[in-house]
C-alpha cells in the first residue's frame, strides 16, 4: 500500500521586517515550509528612512521586494495580506487584501509585526505631524519638507515666511536627531542658490523634547557632544518641552513651569513615542498574557507567548527585560526563534532554550561626517563614529545593488552637496489625509446602511 504524502511542518511568520525576514532566511535550510505575510510587499530598512525624506536615497534602495530577496529559498513562500486576526485555538491567521481573504494555517507562528507611531492618546496630532514609519510616512514627509520651500518661494507675507521656514522635530532620539541634522544641512548646503524670494539658509529647525536631554540612552558624554554638535549646527534644541497640541499651522509647546506657548510652523515631523502592532494585544487577550504600556507582549524566556510554546512573538512586539525596540533585537531574535524551530522539527528533548542578547551598541548620525556611538564601554563620535556608522548601514542594507547605489547617493549628498532623490508628489503630501477620511466617510455611511434591508446595498 502506497504510503500517505508527509506534510511538512508549516510555519508562518506575520511580517517581512527585521524580525520577519531573518527568521524565513535561518529557516533556508530546514525541513520545514514557510509563509511570510506581509501587508507590504518590501523587506523595510527603517534606519534610512530619514534619508529617503530629505532626498539623499530613493525609496527601492531601503526597501527591496520580498519576493526576490527570497527568490532562491524554495521552502518559502511570499503572501501579500493584512494580517487582521490570528486565532490560537484553530492555529490559523487570516489575512486581507483588497477584497481577498487568506486564510492560512501554522504548525509554527512567529509574529512580528513591528511597531506604529505613538501619539500618547493624541492621534488627530498625526494629521498635522507625520511620523516616520514607513515609505509612505517617508515620501510624505520629503513632500512636505521640500514642498514648504516651494510654498516660501510663493510668500509675500512675512510672518507666513517664517511659518514655512520653520520646520519643528518632535522626539530628540535618534531618528528626531537625524531629521534634525538633516533638515539643518539641507538647508544650509543642499539649497543654496535654488530660490529667488528668500535664502534657504535662514530656515529655523526646532528639536523639541518633552526629556531634559538628546539622545538620552547614550549617555551624558555622547548626549551633551550631540547637543553642541547639533547647536553648532544651527539646529534650536529645546529641551523639557512638551507638546500640547498640532494644528495646521503649528504647535503649542508646554515648558516646565506650566506656561504654554505657540511656534508657527507649517512643517512638523513626529519622531517620539511607539505602539506595537494591535496584534499583540489580540494574541495576549486570547493566551491571557500581559502586555506593557507600549503594547509589547510580555513573552516566556524562550520568546514564547505564555501557554502557546508553537507561538513565537519577537522584535518590536516583543517586551523581555526592557530590551529596545532596534534592528539587533529583532535580528538575534530571529535567529533564536529559527533554531527552535528546528529544533523541534527535528525532535530534540530540550525544546524551551532561553534567548540570550548579545548588546552591540548602537549609533546615530548627526549630519554628514558627525555621529556618536557607543558600543559596550567605547564612546565614539565625529568622523570615526560616522565611518562606523557607514560600514554598518552598508553591510546591513539588503542587496549589493542596493549597497552600490546607495554608496553612489551618499557620495553625491557627503561630498557634493546635491540630493538624487528630491521628487515629490502633491499625491505623496496628501493621499493619507485623504483615504483616511473617505474611509471614515464609508465607515459612517455603512453604519447608516446597516439598518437598511441587505438587498437595498446592491442597488
Ligand atoms: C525611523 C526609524 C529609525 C530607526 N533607526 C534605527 C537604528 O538606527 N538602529 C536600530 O538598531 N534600529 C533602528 N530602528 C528600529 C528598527 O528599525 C526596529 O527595531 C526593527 O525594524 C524591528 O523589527 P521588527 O521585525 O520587529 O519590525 P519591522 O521591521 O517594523 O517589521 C514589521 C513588519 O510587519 C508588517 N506588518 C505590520 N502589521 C502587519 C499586519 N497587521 N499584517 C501584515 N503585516 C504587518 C510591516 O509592514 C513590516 O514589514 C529605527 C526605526 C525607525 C522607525
Redesign the pocket.
Known amino acids: 500500500m502506497a504510503s500517505s504524502p508527509r506534510i511538512p511542518h508549516r510555519v508562518v511568520v506575520?511580517?517581512?521586517?527585521?524580525?520577519?525576514l531573518f527568521t524565513t532566511k535561518a529557516l533556508r535550510r530546514a525541513d520545514v515550509e514557510v509563509t511570510i505575510?506581509?501587508?507590504?510587499t518590501?523587506?523595510?530598512f527603517?534606519?534610512l528612512?530619514?534619508q529617503v525624506a530629505t532626498g539623499i536615497l530613493s525609496e527601492g534602495e531601503i526597501a527591496p521586494a520580498t519576493r526576490d530577496i527570497l527568490r532562491h529559498q524554495e521552502n518559502a513562500r511570499v503572501v501579500l495580506?493584512?494580517?487582521?486576526t490570528i486565532d490560537l485555538a484553530a492555529r490559523t491567521v487570516t489575512?486581507t487584501i483588497h477584497d481577498k481573504t487568506t486564510v492560512t494555517e501554522y504548525d509554527s507562528l512567529v509574529v512580528?509585526?513591528?511597531?506604529g507611531q505613538s501619539y500618547f492618546g493624541n492621534d488627530r496630532f498625526a494629521d498635522h505631524a507625520p511620523g516616520?514609519?514607513?515609505i509612505d510616512d517617508a515620501l510624505e514627509l520629503r513632500g512636505r519638507i521640500f514642498g514648504a520651500y516651494e510654498m516660501a518661494e510663493l510668500e509675500t507675507d512675512p510672518m507666513e515666511l517664517d511659518a514655512w521656514l520653520t520646520f519643528v522635530v518632535v522626539g530628540a532620539g535618534?531618528?528626531g536627531v537625524e531629521m534634525a541634522g538633516q533638515i539643518a544641512e539641507l538647508s544650509r548646503r543642499t539649497l543654496k542658490g535654488n530660490f529667488r524670494s528668500f535664502d534657504p539658509s535662514t530656515t529655523r529647525v526646532v528639536l523639541l523634547d518633552a526629556a531634559g536631554a538628546v539622545l538620552v540612552t547614550f549617555g551624558d558624554e555622547l548626549s551633551t557632544h550631540a547637543l553642541h554638535e547639533l547647536e553648532g549646527m544651527g539646529v534650536e534644541v529645546q529641551l523639557n518641552a512638551k507638546v500640547v497640541d498640532v494644528d495646521e499651522h503649528g504647535i503649542e509647546v508646554e515648558d516646565p513651569d506650566g506656561s504654554r506657548r505657540r511656534l508657527e510652523a507649517r512643517t512638523k515631523i513626529w519622531?517620539a513615542g511607539v505602539a506595537a502592532?494591535p496584534?499583540g494585544r489580540q494574541l495576549a487577550e486570547q493566551a491571557g498574557a500581559e502586555v506593557d504600556r507600549s503594547g509589547r507582549v510580555l513573552v516566556e524566556r524562550d520568546l514564547t507567548l505564555p501557554g502557546h510554546p508553537e507561538v513565537f512573538v519577537?522584535?518590536?512586539?516583543m517586551g523581555l527585560d526592557g530590551l529596545p525596540?532596534?534592528?539587533?533585537?529583532?535580528i538575534q531574535g530571529?535567529k533564536h526563534v529559527a533554531k527552535q524551530i528546528k529544533r523541534r522539527v527535528k525532535g530534540a528533548d530540550d525544546v524551551s532554550q532561553p534567548f540570550r542578547y548579545r548588546d552591540k551598541g548602537?549609533?546615530?548620525t548627526i549630519s554628514r561626517f558627525r555621529a556618536v556611538a557607543s558600543i559596550g564601554n567605547v564612546h565614539l563620535r565625529g568622523f570615526i563614529a560616522w565611518v562606523a556608522w557607514l560600514a554598518l548601514h552598508l553591510v546591513y542594507l539588503t542587496a549589493f545593488k542596493n549597497r552600490i547605489t546607495a554608496l553612489l547617493h551618499w557620495a553625491v549628498s557627503f561630498i557634493g552637496r546635491g540630493r538624487a532623490e528630491r521628487t515629490a508628489t502633491w499625491q505623496q503630501v496628501v493621499a493619507r489625509t485623504r483615504l483616511q477620511r473617505l474611509e471614515e466617510t464609508e465607515a459612517a455611511a455603512s453604519i447608516g446602511a446597516t439598518s437598511r434591508p441587505v438587498d437595498s446595498l446592491r442597488t
Do not use: E
Not at 505575510?37 to 507590504?40: L, M, V, W
Not at 495580506?81 to 487582521?84: A, K, P, R, S
Open positions: 506575520i511580517g517581512s521586517g527585521f524580525g520577519g505575510i506581509d501587508r507590504t518590501h523587506h523595510l527603517q534606519p528612512l530619514y495580506g493584512n494580517v487582521d489575512s512580528a509585526a513591528g511597531a516616520m514609519k514607513t535618534p531618528t519622531a502592532s496584534l519577537i522584535g518590536d512586539m525596540g532596534v534592528s539587533p533585537v529583532a530571529a548602537s549609533m546615530a
